[in-house]
Structure formats: structure tokens, C-alpha cells
């Protein structure tokens, strides 16, 4: 059974471009997750999907981030135009409920913003 | 104040020993509590999870959460060198909304 797929796995971009991460959630479940991981930071929530529909995008860091889940298996997160300090490693997340469960993480999604 | 504190460490014990992670939170209402792995590279990998007050045990994991102090806590009894790994407190608050911690790195020492 495939787990949470991201891509891509490391992007390089420069400041100005920009960058679409794309995530696969597990069949079935039905919320999904987009982390930001730095190591000054830790592992910070942007926003998190139920059943398709943004329940809480309170941690996207500013207007440049955007997040779409246009169906129960497919999730973007944009970052536009992206700047240095957006360097960090993304993770999507999924689960079968809103809460209170267990989150599958996928790999990872290295960004360096030049 | 920050959702979810953690020791940043590192922490290191030798081979065999117990290690103690812990982990505090600020919204007393908060109602489930995590504990991730995360190797160096890697996703973080759920470890165990903790709903009631005191102890939970999982093999050589045990999570202890007391939400009158608001504080969780992971064992890891005889400590192998391949649990040598950045650990992560998560926090699901009232709100329904999840925190992380920024981890505690341990190192087991053979």
C-alpha cells in the first residue's frame, strides 16, 4: 500500500520563482496536512484539508502561500513569488479524520530558495 | 509562549539505559498527545499516542501524560542505538489544531 507521496523530493528555485509542491494523500483518508520544517523553527502547521475543504489555514505564513485540494487525492501548495527565508522541508501529512489520529507523513519536500 | 515546549538536548545515554524525553503544553484543554520519530533525512513516524491521563505502555516505549501539570512524557527502556533519533511532542488542542514541538535529539551510545 503506498504511502503519502510528494513531489517533488528537493526543488531548487531563485528568489522571485515560483514553486508548486504537490502531494498524494492515502487512499481513503480524508484530511490532509501541509508542514513546514526548519531547524530554527521545528515542524510548523500552514494548513490542514477536510474532505477537501480548508478547515484551518491559520499557520500559511503570508499571502505567497497559497494551498489547493481540488479532490480527495491530489493537494498543491504554491509559494509565489518565493524568497529565501521559505527554504525549509515541506511535508504533507494525511489522515481518515479531522482529528485526534494518526498522521502519515510523506517524504518530504527539500526547498532551496536561492 | 509557545503551544508545545520541548528540551532541544541533545540528550545522550548509554546502551541499556532508560531515556526520558519530555514535553509540556500550554492549552490545558488539549486532548490528544503524540510522539514522533524522526531520523535525520526522514519524515517524522509515529511512536505512540496518549489520550488519558498516566501511563501507556508499548513495548520498550512507555508515554506518561498528566494534564493537571499539562506535561507528557516518553520512556525508552534499554535504549538501542538505532533509537537514536530527533523525537517530536505533538499536541491536538481544543481547537482541533495540531503542534509540534521543535524536538529533543537523542543519542544512544553503544
Known amino acids: 500500500d503506498a504511502g503519502v507521496i510528494q513531489s517533488p523530493r528537493h526543488e531548487v528555485t531563485e528568489m522571485g520563482q515560483e514553486v508548486t509542491l504537490r502531494c498524494k494523500p492515502i487512499?481513503?483518508?480524508?484530511?490532509l496536512f501541509w508542514y513546514r520544517q526548519t531547524m530554527m523553527r521545528g515542524l510548523e502547521l500552514l494548513i490542514y484539508f477536510n474532505n477537501n475543504v480548508p478547515i484551518d489555514d491559520s499557520g500559511m505564513p503570508e499571502d505567497r502561500f497559497s494551498a489547493k485540494m481540488p479532490n480527495a487525492s491530489f493537494s498543491t501548495l504554491k509559494i509565489q513569488p518565493s524568497e529565501p527565508r521559505d527554504s525549509a522541508v515541506y511535508f504533507c501529512a494525511s489522515t481518515w479524520t479531522s482529528g485526534g489520529e494518526t498522521q502519515y507523513f510523506g517524504p518530504g519536500t527539500r526547498l532551496l530558495v536561492l | 509562549q509557545k503551544e508545545v515546549e520541548q528540551n532541544s538536548g541533545p540528550l545522550s545515554v548509554p546502551e541499556g539505559a532508560i531515556a526520558s524525553l519530555n514535553c509540556t503544553y500550554s492549552?490545558?484543554?488539549?486532548?490528544?498527545f503524540f510522539w514522533y520519530r524522526q531520523y535525520s533525512g526522514k519524515s517524522p513516524e509515529l511512536i505512540m499516542f496518549?489520550?488519558?491521563?498516566g501511563d501507556k505502555e508499548d513495548g520498550r516505549f512507555t508515554a506518561q501524560l498528566n494534564k493537571a501539570s499539562q506535561y507528557v512524557s516518553l520512556l525508552i527502556r534499554d535504549s538501542q542505538p538505532s533509537d537514536s533519533a530527533t523525537y517530536l511532542c505533538a499536541v491536538e488542542n481544543t481547537g482541533n489544531q495540531f503542534y509540534f514541538g521543535t524536538g529533543t535529539s537523542l543519542t544512544v551510545i553503544p
Open positions: 487512499s481513503g483518508h480524508n484530511s
Open positions: 496518549i489520550y488519558s491521563n
Open positions: 492549552d490545558r484543554g488539549s486532548q490528544s
